[in-house]
């Protein structure tokens, strides 16, 4: 559609005439002259005629230029979506940046993003996106957030939590609507967390939960029990142990024919608060409920979890003889289910443990070994990892 058509368009939902829009400005002519295209007019004369339309300056110009927007991008893209194939919109992508069509990169990005999952790849690709977008930007819009939640969430995976807390911090920045920076809120107040920001994560979530109470339903009580759940960790960490177990049931409670794996998460970490104040009895029947779930499940990292907890307790209670059999156990599961490395590398450094207190001098000789797999998975075990002092 050219200028002249959407002036004409505009103009007749408005109920003017030719002469109208025209006024004192301009003669009747002129504006027929521009309608049937015969004229182009300059950018100053577009501006007049949209404020008399009470349109944006946007609405009138040309949406596309053949030269510097060429519509391979877009069609590609199009092309991907309805064969849903990741390869061709990365072609429209790398076209996109290529060409600095924010828009369309934008778009494909979150194509990708949505359809891989948060990978390496995936994770350059928004990283890109984003820096065009400071040399381009879009409105933020809801495609705006949409991308940066995704690029806050590829950060969060990546473990770079700085620069995930930097993304949800722009994202509230912008005074979004509440139903956004609640959203968040929530992610901020879990990087935080990560970062050891424990107070700043308990303001965080206590924000989302007063935005929360404007809300209802499922979804509202599934967030809820996840801001109750992260307040109950924070304090956990900060030793208000009290305070942790409250928040922590709370959430519990909310989870109730909400979320079954997040109420045996909670139910865990209320195990985990009880073995801080050495309930130890109350704690194992907690966790021994949760570890059967996730085998029931077949959760089985989650079980050999929960077994790793259950350890510290048979060790704490002096009985090195269940401690060894809850440990094996986390192990095979690992090694024969749901092998999660940085578990792997907590159980044998416990096994090493039992070993130690049973005096069996092999502890050394595995220890070695735990602490080889430890650098290969970049995972900081410290020099400390055998004392047996502060299990609890």
Known sequence: ???????????????????????????????????????????????????????????????????????????????????????????????????????????????????????????????????????VPISENGTWFDFMFQLGNSYFHQKQFHEAKQIYESIIQANPSLDIERRARINLASTCF?????????????????????????????????????LGSCHHYLGHLDLAYEYTQQAQDKYTQVDEDRWHDANQNLGVTLIAQKKYNHAKQKLLFSEQFYVKATLYAKAANVLDDLVKIAILENDLTQASEYNTQGISYLEEYDYDPVLMVRLLVQKCQILKLQQNESYRDLFIAVKALARAIQFDLKDNALDTDDLG
Not at 43 to 52: F, M, P, R, S
Not at 55 to 79: A, G, S
Not at 87 to 102: H, R
Not at 197 to 226: C, D, P, R, V, W
């Open 194 to 230: 990560e970062i050891t920001f424990y107070e700043l994560a308990i303001m965080n979530y206590e924000h989302a939960i007063e935005l929360l109470k404007l809300e209802s339903g499922t979804l509202s009580k599934q967030q809820l029990g996840m801001c109750l759940h992260g």
């Open 1 to 135: 559609m050219s200028i002249g058509e959407r002036i004409r368009v505009f103009r007749k939902k408005q109920g003017m005439s030719q002469a109208d829009l025209a006024g004192n400005l301009f003669n009747r002519s002129y504006i027929s002259q521009i309608e049937l295209g015969s004229t182009i007019p300059p950018v100053e004369t577009i501006q007049l005629l949209a404020a008399k339309l009470r349109v944006n300056l946007d609405d009138l110009l040309d949406p596309i230029d053949p030269i510097k927007m060429p519509k391979e991008p877009y069609h590609k893209l199009m092309q991907a979506k309805r064969c849903k194939s990741v390869p061709l919109a990365i072609e429209s992508w790398q076209k996109s940046i290529e060409y600095s069509l924010s828009t369309i990169a934008v778009d494909a990005a979150m194509f990708i993003s949505q359809t891989k999952g948060y990978t390496d790849q995936v994770h350059k690709i928004l990283f890109t996106t984003y820096n065009l977008l400071i040399r």
